[in-house]
């Protein structure tokens, strides 16, 4: 039993830990809070990077919690798609916080930076065990946590705006878990299990005995995780959610935390439910349907929007699109398209959230038309916010072009050019509401506020400049990160 | 039908989710919303419970060494160690809305999600 061992126990538990002890650390030396939390974000990082590499050496693996094994104990399940989601969620998060570091001190009130890197923490520990746990119960307790958290991160702010978004959030989030307990409950009445590879055992059989329940549960399942992924018809938290939100808030909301809960519910779909029951139920169908939807439909909000933050909100209702639907084109492209995706748009849409909050700090300007010049005035985060919204189009050379070509191929393989020319249509969209401001921003007289910005922090720069080298390298040479997603894939669909 | 005799706590569980779940979506009044989460949470606990349940089963305290005597059967105790932490799941949540409730009522002086609603379009 070498500490190489025990990397999965220590990714989740080392922030958990350390959440707790934040508010300790705030009371008897409030300089040591922001190290101690960005030394932990960076020691879970280095674990995932560790356990990826264990696993493209050495193949997945299970780990057991307290080395009590299945179907008693918990289980973590270290494999293709764990560490991948593991390795996004730590990195991106720990870009973030750098950022936050600084933009919190000029958004929130000084004694509440312990407390925010507290649900911070547990934010983040909450996703990196959804990502890599292996039993149902489980990953129901982590999602309540992430919820909470989320809810937390968002409210910590106490103006009237945020108080609202949260409360909104805090309900709708309610009845997501609520459907989540029920769908384990009627898995747990027709298998006995709540381990994932035992419930995935018993579910064939059980299948014939009690179809209902199976069928109930697997609505249920897609209720549940809808809402908390914001899949279209049931998004209506997410825009206020995310845009009256503190920008590091905003920036992890978005680009991890409505990730996850696709990614968990991917897992779900294609490792436990037997692959027959989605020929007689349409159920991979409907979540391409309303992924369509939600691509269409978010872009359209997004054009009519005149603050910047409800602006890349909306986007994010559309881009979660993106992800659902290479999930549910059962290819093996778009599947990894679907994946690849929520890689880089959790660079592209926290770096763009980053921007926007760092034209905020400086400018006070959230209203569009306001950024006039802005290009001229506050270079560094105009640029990352032209790469990250030249990435959102699709431009080749940067990373959202090899997603979209992912599901565009996907969709062309399995025979369904109508959904390739969806989202052909959707970086059109996206052109219409991303370019302008783009062009605005470098060929225009900067005026009023715009003109003079307050100087940004290095702190608020180097995570812009990090992420945006990040976004044109992971477009340049793709192949850095593909070699994962690809086993993720054939594991999944069992190639 | 004698099925669904059977299966009575099942039925009420279900009806009693929809109630919460009608609750949470149809009133305006935020408390009430947060009684509907609290509704809706409590019929899945019951559903579960009763799922674990064995009618005349004794409880599962057992000691080293026990071998149960011939003819009884122990309830299956891990349906009411997950309520259990689902209990306090929907307890924090609950605290949660509620301190969210208090603020917002000390900024509008109302907890009616429509009044809220016009004093921020009247602003």
Same mark, same amino acid.
């Given at each position: 039993?070498?500490?190489?061992?025990?990397?999965?126990? %220590?990714?989740?538990?080392?922030?958990?830990?350390?959440?707790?002890?934040?508010?300790? *650390?705030?009371?008897?030396?409030?300089?040591?809070?922001?190290?101690?939390?960005?030394?932990?974000?960076?020691? /879970? *990082?280095?674990?995932?990077?560790? =356990?990826?590499?264990?696993?493209?050496?050495?193949?997945?693996?299970?780990?057991?919690?307290?080395?009590?094994?299945?179907?008693?104990?918990? !289980?973590?399940?270290?494999?293709?798609?764990?560490? *991948?989601?593991?390795?996004?969620?730590?990195?991106?998060?720990?870009?973030?916080?750098?950022?936050?570091?600084?933009?919190?001190?000029?958004? $929130?009130?000084?004694?509440?930076?312990?407390?925010?890197?507290?649900? #911070?923490?547990?934010?983040?520990?909450?996703?990196?065990? =959804?990502?890599?746990?292996?039993?149902?119960?489980?990953?129901?307790?982590?999602?309540?946590?992430?919820?909470?958290?989320?809810?937390?991160?968002?409210?910590?702010?106490?103006?009237? !705006?945020? %108080?609202?978004?949260?409360?909104? #959030?805090?309900?709708?989030?309610?009845?997501?878990?609520?459907?989540?307990?029920?769908?384990?409950?009627?898995?747990?009445?027709?298998?006995?299990?709540?381990?994932?590879?035992?419930?995935?055992?018993?579910?064939?059989?059980?299948?014939?005995?009690?179809?209902?329940?199976?069928?109930?549960?697997?609505? $249920?399942? $897609?209720?549940?995780?809808?809402?908390?992924?914001?899949?279209?018809?049931?998004?209506?938290?997410?825009?206020?959610?995310?845009?009256?939100?503190? /920008?590091?808030?905003?920036?992890?909301?978005?680009?991890?935390?409505?990730?996850?809960?696709?990614?968990? %519910?991917?897992?779900?779909?294609?490792?436990?439910?037997?692959?027959?029951?989605?020929?007689?139920?349409?159920?991979?169908?409907? $979540?391409?349907?309303?992924?369509?939807?939600?691509?269409?439909? &978010? /872009?359209?909000?997004?054009?009519?929007?005149?603050?910047?933050?409800?602006?890349?909100?909306? @986007?994010?209702?559309?881009?979660?699109?993106?992800?659902?639907?290479?999930?549910?084109?059962?290819?093996?492209?778009?599947?990894?398209?679907?994946?690849?995706?929520? *890689?880089?748009?959790?660079?592209?849409?926290?770096?763009?959230?980053?921007?926007?909050?760092?034209?905020?700090?400086?400018?006070?300007?959230?209203?569009?038309? &306001?950024?006039?010049?802005?290009?001229?005035?506050?270079?560094?985060?105009?640029?990352?916010?032209?790469?990250?919204?030249?990435?959102?189009?699709?431009?080749?050379?940067?990373? &959202?072009?090899?997603?979209?070509?992912?599901?565009?191929?996907?969709?062309?393989?399995?025979?369904?050019?109508?959904?390739?020319?969806?989202?052909?249509?959707?970086?059109?969209?996206?052109?219409?509401?991303?370019?302008?401001?783009?062009?605005?921003?470098?060929?225009?007289?900067?005026?009023?506020?715009?003109?003079?910005?307050?100087?940004?922090?290095?702190? =608020?720069?180097?995570?812009?400049?990090?992420?945006?080298?990040?976004?044109?390298? +992971?477009?340049?040479?793709? @192949?850095?990160?593909?070699?994962?997603?690809?086993?993720?894939?054939?594991?999944?669909?069992?190639? | 039908?004698?099925?669904?005799?059977?299966?009575?706590?099942? =039925?009420?569980?279900?009806?009693?989710?929809?109630?919460?779940?009608?609750?949470?979506?149809?009133?305006?009044?935020?408390?009430?919303?947060?009684?509907?989460?609290?509704?809706?949470?409590?019929?899945?606990?019951?559903?579960?419970?009763?799922?674990?349940?064995?009618?005349?089963?004794?409880?599962?305290?057992?000691?080293?060494? #026990?071998?149960?005597?011939?003819?009884?059967?122990?309830?299956?105790?891990?349906?009411?160690?997950?309520?259990?932490?689902?209990?306090?799941?929907? +307890?924090?949540?609950?605290?949660?809305?509620? /301190?969210?409730?208090?603020?917002?009522?000390?900024?509008?002086?109302?907890?009616?999600?429509? !009044?809220?609603?016009?004093?921020?379009? !009247?602003?």
């Amino acid at each position: 039993m070498n500490a190489a061992h025990h990397l999965p126990v %220590l990714a989740i538990v080392l922030p958990l830990v350390f959440a707790y002890l934040m508010p300790l *650390f705030d009371r008897w030396r409030r300089g040591w809070c922001t190290p101690a939390a960005l030394g932990v974000l960076a020691v /879970s *990082f280095v674990a995932s990077l560790a =356990m990826a590499w264990q696993v493209m050496t050495g193949g997945p693996y299970y780990y057991q919690m307290g080395n009590w094994p299945p179907p008693w104990g918990i !289980e973590l399940n270290i494999d293709y798609l764990a560490v *991948f989601t593991a390795i996004t969620m730590t990195g991106v998060s720990l870009v973030v916080l750098v950022y936050a570091s600084k933009d919190l001190l000029h958004e $929130l009130k000084p004694h509440l930076l312990g407390w925010y890197y507290t649900l #911070y923490l547990l934010l983040v520990a909450s996703m990196v065990g =959804m990502a890599l746990t292996n039993d149902i119960f489980n990953l129901f307790v982590f999602v309540e946590i992430c919820a909470i958290a989320a809810c937390g991160i968002i409210s910590i702010k106490s103006n009237k !705006e945020c %108080l609202e978004a949260s409360f909104k #959030y805090l309900i709708l989030s309610t009845l997501g878990s609520g459907c989540l307990l029920l769908a384990i409950a009627l898995l747990y009445m027709v298998t006995g299990h709540l381990n994932f590879t035992y419930i995935a055992q018993a579910l064939p059989e059980a299948m014939r005995l009690y179809p209902y329940n199976i069928l109930a549960a697997l609505a $249920l399942l $897609l209720v549940g995780m809808g809402v908390k992924a914001a899949l279209f018809p049931l998004h209506v938290w997410l825009p206020d959610a995310h845009s009256s939100a503190p /920008s590091p808030s905003s920036a992890v909301l978005s680009g991890l935390v409505i990730k996850i809960y696709a990614v968990s %519910l991917l897992r779900v779909l294609y490792q436990v439910f037997p692959a027959d029951i989605f020929e007689v139920t349409p159920v991979l169908n409907i $979540l391409l349907w309303m992924s369509t939807l939600a691509i269409i439909a &978010g /872009s359209m909000f997004a054009i009519v929007q005149e603050d910047i933050k409800k602006m890349l909100a909306y @986007s994010s209702v559309a881009q979660i699109g993106y992800v659902f639907m290479g999930f549910a084109i059962v290819d093996f492209f778009a599947l990894t398209g679907g994946i690849l995706h929520v *890689f880089n748009h959790a660079m592209m849409k926290a770096m763009l959230f980053m921007a926007a909050g760092a034209f905020i700090y400086s400018t006070g300007v959230r209203h569009l038309s &306001g950024l006039k010049g802005i290009g001229h005035t506050m270079p560094v985060p105009a640029v990352a916010f032209a790469i990250g919204a030249l990435a959102m189009v699709g431009i080749p050379l940067t990373n &959202g072009f090899i997603s979209k070509w992912y599901l565009v191929l996907g969709a062309l393989h399995d025979g369904q050019p109508f959904f390739a020319a969806v989202i052909l249509l959707s970086s059109l969209l996206n052109g219409i509401y991303y370019l302008p401001i783009i062009v605005n921003a470098f060929f225009s007289e900067p005026q009023g506020r715009v003109a003079a910005p307050l100087p940004l922090p290095r702190q =608020m720069q180097v995570p812009l400049i990090i992420l945006g080298l990040g976004c044109l390298l +992971f477009g340049i040479a793709p @192949s850095l990160i593909l070699g994962l997603i690809y086993r993720a894939s054939e594991a999944l669909l069992g190639l | 039908m004698e099925r669904l005799l059977h299966n009575y706590p099942y =039925m009420v569980a279900v009806v009693l989710f929809v109630l919460g779940v009608y609750t949470i979506l149809s009133q305006e009044n935020l408390m009430k919303k947060i009684i509907g989460t609290n509704i809706m949470s409590s019929a899945i606990f019951l559903l579960f419970i009763s799922a674990g349940n064995i009618a005349g089963g004794s409880p599962p305290i057992i000691s080293k060494g #026990y071998v149960p005597p011939e003819g009884v059967v122990l309830v299956n105790p891990l349906p009411a160690a997950l309520i259990l932490t689902g209990i306090v799941v929907s +307890f924090s949540l609950t605290a949660f809305a509620l /301190s969210i409730v208090i603020k917002l009522h000390d900024y509008y002086g109302t907890i009616e999600a429509d !009044e809220i609603l016009k004093l921020r379009s !009247e602003l």
